[in-house]
């Protein structure tokens, strides 16, 4: 799915369009997450980000997500000199005429964070099922309870969550007889950088965005390697496992990260992948809860999915509570750890597997296996 295929960058809202839900999440995740990697020890780092002008059309942008960073109350987000730029980033291209430091972005182990967090479900008594793929379902009209077919067998439930991700829209069709949003996949190609290139690159380097995309960046993983992607490109296959990034688009990837690095041209590249994103037709997510059929459709959670997850949570579990009259559902207020830490290690009899507390999971992102394994 989504989660498989990421970039590992955790957002910090500067450029989010306030008064959104994308917004709100992104927010409510921010003291959750910190929290979350503080004590279950996943590795994050709060690397920096500078968004990067090329022209002068470009340089005439930058006050413009300047304003949008205050309007998000991040007021540490500044316009930088050539010169400053250049004391942040070293090794950038002399052909850079000015750039925007965001202090607040970050990489994480995405593979760790998804994982980690189910894990820890775990730890409280839920259940992980995979293997397990929605075929329908329907909703007793006397008890009110889903039924759900599944292919490992039917499973009841007084309440559903549908966060299908890329199946969001077809998920979504056991609930009404059309969906309000349609999945449109939207396919990023990557680039892994040995990790000799990390010296070269010490923030996230961001392009000026376009309508479409927030463009191709180069930055760091929380592993040592570098990374150059996203491409954006609409495809109808929705399945990641399908999916490759070809020769050409590789090439193109990186002549862009030795164009504005040209250190990286020493560097060799060491693997590539593909993720897809579940955009829709609206640029906003799209979750909603239908209390009467005890319902709450999780969907269009596009690029800034891995950043407001635990925001997202926060706001499904608020909504749920708030309307079924039921207390409140908040954080903990800091007179205990929400989180716990997560043993986890390498596992040494199955590579290419990581332990938590014993149990072993086959590691599928690109970024936590080449971090891990293919150092």
């Keep these: 799915g989504a989660s498989c295929g990421n970039s590992g960058v955790r957002h910090s809202g500067y450029d989010t369009q306030t008064g959104t839900l994308e917004f709100d999440c992104i927010s409510q995740a921010t003291p959750i997450a910190d929290d979350f990697y503080e004590q279950t020890q996943v590795p994050y780092l709060r690397c920096g980000a500078v ?5 002068k059309g470009q340089l005439a942008q930058l006050p413009v997500y300047l304003e949008k960073a205050r309007a998000a109350k991040q007021h540490d987000v500044r316009l930088l000199t050539r010169e400053e730029l250049f004391d942040l980033e070293p090794e950038l291209s002399r052909n850079a005429v000015g750039g925007l430091h965001i202090p607040g972005e ?4 995405p593979w760790l964070t998804a994982v980690g967090l189910a894990h820890l479900a775990t730890r409280k008594g839920s259940a992980v099922k995979c293997n397990s793929e929605v075929i329908s379902g329907n909703q007793d009209s006397s008890s009110g309870i889903w039924n759900l077919e599944t292919k490992s067998g039917t499973y009841k439930a007084k ?14 069709l056991i609930h009404q007889q059309k969906s309000d949003f349609k999945i449109l996949p939207r396919k990023g190609d990557y680039a892994i950088f040995d990790k000799d290139a990390r010296k070269f690159v010490k923030n996230i380097i961001l392009p000026v965005p376009t309508e479409k995309t927030k463009g191709i960046i180069i930055f760091p993983t929380v592993h040592g390697n570098v990374m150059v992607g996203p491409t954006a490109e609409d495809i109808h296959e929705r399945d ?42 609206f640029k906003d997510y799209q979750i909603k809860f239908d209390c009467e059929r005890k319902w709450m459709t999780v969907g269009g959670i596009r690029s800034t999915g891995a950043t407001a997850c635990m925001g997202i949570a926060n706001h499904v579990a608020t909504t749920i509570s708030r309307q079924n009259n039921q207390t409140e559902f908040c954080r903990q207020n800091g007179k205990e750890k929400m989180f716990e830490k997560l043993n986890w290690k390498k596992d040494e009899y199955i590579k290419g597997n990581v332990k938590i507390d014993g149990n072993s999971y086959h590691v599928t992102h690109p970024i936590t296996r080449f971090g891990l394994f293919d150092a």
């Design 51 to 55: 968004m990067v002008a090329w022209d």
């Design 106 to 109: 970050g990489i994480i182990d």
């Design 159 to 172: 309440m559903v969550v549908n966060a299908a991700g890329l199946y969001g829209d077809k998920v979504e």
């Design 240 to 281: 990641v496992e399908k999916v490759t990034a070809p020769k050409h688009v590789v090439d193109s990837l990186v002549n862009w990260a030795e164009k504005v690095v040209p250190a990286l041209k020493t560097v060799p590249i060491i693997g590539t992948y593909s993720g897809i994103r579940p955009a829709t037709q």
